[in-house]
């Protein structure tokens, strides 16, 4: 069994601030983790994903993620927030099954303030 | 050249009328996927197809019915059309073995039922 949990239903930071989306997980397996965002009216887009090699995970944008074991963790980070950034963020946790073992959190409203 | 596309977009109708979804995806995939996205985000898969074959059937009513003619399209036909089918329904393609788990969406189609 897995499970995604994502700490914060909307987060708000000034452009130009660091972002600091939360996720923690827990997976009977070694799991493999995924940040997606999704743009106002879009399909969602992979922006990294960690799969059992570097534990800090560069992805798109900027953004980037660090896998933490021992807390379970997998928080998504970026130095310097940008307006296109504003979008819903989604972590995602896989226990090997594949594209079908996936389970989604319920998402990060990210707003940036000019 | 788009990788997974889905149509229509939009889509607006009324209780009790059928409707249908499709979707192709250019990738080479062997599995398709489709998730509903209600109004708070959340998103909750419905069905997935590998190799033209049915894998996943989460409890979705017998209303909707997807069918695969091949492993580059899925489509999602929706009988009987009530209130809560509004949502956003999206397309994604992946593969099923391995542990990538990396999926690719389409935009999405937003069915309003009035």
């Known amino acids: 069994a897995q499970s995604v949990t994502q700490l914060d239903s909307h987060v708000s930071v000034s452009e130009g601030t660091p972002v600091l989306l939360r996720c923690n997980y827990s997976?009977?397996?070694?799991?493999?983790l995924f940040w997606y965002v999704q743009h106002p009216n879009k399909g969602l887009q992979l922006l990294l994903k960690y799969t059992s090699a570097a534990t800090l995970v560069k992805g798109i944008n900027g953004f980037e993620a660090e896998f933490k074991k021992s807390e379970t963790s997998f928080h998504l980070t970026k130095p310097s927030a940008h307006m296109s950034d504003a979008a819903e963020y989604f972590c995602v946790v896989s226990g090997g099954g594949g594209a079908d073992g996936l389970t989604f959190g319920k998402g990060t409203h990210l707003i940036i303030q000019p | 050249d788009t990788a997974v596309s889905q149509t229509p977009k939009y889509l607006v109708t009324q209780m009790g009328n059928d409707k249908s979804i499709k979707c192709e995806q250019n990738l080479g995939h062997d599995t398709m996927y489709w998730y509903k996205q209600d109004s708070k985000k959340f998103l909750k898969i419905m069905f997935s197809y590998n190799n033209k074959e049915l894998i996943i059937n989460e409890t979705v009513p017998n209303r909707f019915s997807p069918k695969s003619p091949d492993k580059a399209h899925l489509n999602l036909h929706i009988n009987s059309l009530e209130l809560g089918d509004s949502a956003v329904y999206f397309c994604?393609?992946?593969?099923?073995?391995?542990?990538?788990?990396?999926?690719?969406f389409g935009e999405g189609s937003r069915l309003t039922v009035l």
């Open positions: 997976s009977s397996y070694s799991p493999s």
């Open positions: 994604a393609s992946g593969r099923r073995s391995g542990i990538t788990g990396e999926l690719f």
